[in-house]
């Protein structure tokens, strides 16, 4: 049932990712009541994220994921994704998002979704990005994935794997899945490389490669780096979510944290 009619002003703003409605019609409330895919959730559009264009993409990437995985969601708003892996697939799901009235809604949609002897559970905390994912090094058993759904600035985190113990043995290899807008380079621009001009999937790629293998100083950044990444084991893939504006897309990069990885990330040379 629609009760009141909003409009979206400007542009997502904030250490909170939230914006300004205003509405045009109906009641002047902006708490929202919503179904996806048999979860139930509410939330106000004043205080939290919220994209339903998202809805195909936590779709798909939940196809990714087996029956009773370790998930963690590092950046989990009001828990549609956390929700949906516990009450379909029975995960276990670790969740943080740095907006408190986020983290609110997101315990309270699980509590009424997940009910008294449900199979999965979502465990949420309020605080920074970077300390969840450090921490999760020190956990018994590593996460099977790790969604990292910040497109404005998501690499910046990956430097919080280099405080990851290397055990000599994984019992488990986690797969991240990091959201962040790309552009593809400039077709008429010459490069000094003498590479063709990368595609946005591939411009991705390299800003989560230079996150984890920081080049610069006097070395100018080198592009293609997916060859890199997997010549470590970490198995670089894909897919493209959204359009955004002109030439300008979400896309989601998912790739293994190996030991090779790790070591190289800790200033280990590794012959690869």
Request: overall charge negative; some cysteine.
């Amino acid at each position: 049932k629609i009760e009141s009619v909003v409009n979206k002003l400007g542009e997502v703003s904030g250490p909170y990712r939230t914006y300004e409605i205003e509405v045009l019609a109906g009641r002047p409330e902006t708490t929202v009541t919503l179904n996806e895919d048999g979860v139930q959730l509410e939330f106000d559009l004043r205080k939290v994220y919220w994209c339903t264009r998202l809805s195909g993409e936590r779709s798909r990437l939940l196809q990714e994921f087996n029956e009773g995985e370790l998930i963690a969601d590092a950046f989990c708003g009001v828990g549609a994704f956390c929700i949906l892996s516990a009450t379909k697939l029975g995960c276990t799901v670790l969740a943080n998002d740095l907006n408190p009235s986020a983290v609110a809604y997101c315990r309270e949609n699980s509590r009424k979704n997940l009910k008294k002897g449900s199979k999965g559970s979502v465990d949420v905390k309020c605080g920074d990005a970077f300390d969840f994912i450090q921490n999760l090094g020190s956990l018994p058993i590593l996460p099977h994935h790790i969604v990292m759904n910040f497109p404005l600035d998501s690499p910046s985190f990956l430097g919080s794997l280099r405080w990851w113990p290397v055990p000599a043995h994984m019992s488990v290899v986690p797969t991240i899945h990091l959201y962040t807008f790309a552009r593809g380079d400039d077709n008429e621009r010459e490069e000094e490389d003498g590479l063709p001009p990368r595609d946005a999937m591939e411009a991705a790629v390299d800003l989560v490669a230079d996150a984890l293998l920081p080049e610069g100083g006097a070395i100018k950044l080198s592009r293609y780096r997916r060859n890199v990444l997997n010549k470590m084991g970490c198995n670089v893939k894909t897919v493209e979510v959204r359009d955004v504006a002109p030439g300008k897309v979400v896309i989601c990069v998912s790739f293994m944290v190996t030991n090779t990885l790790l070591k190289v990330m800790q200033g280990d040379f590794v012959d690869f």
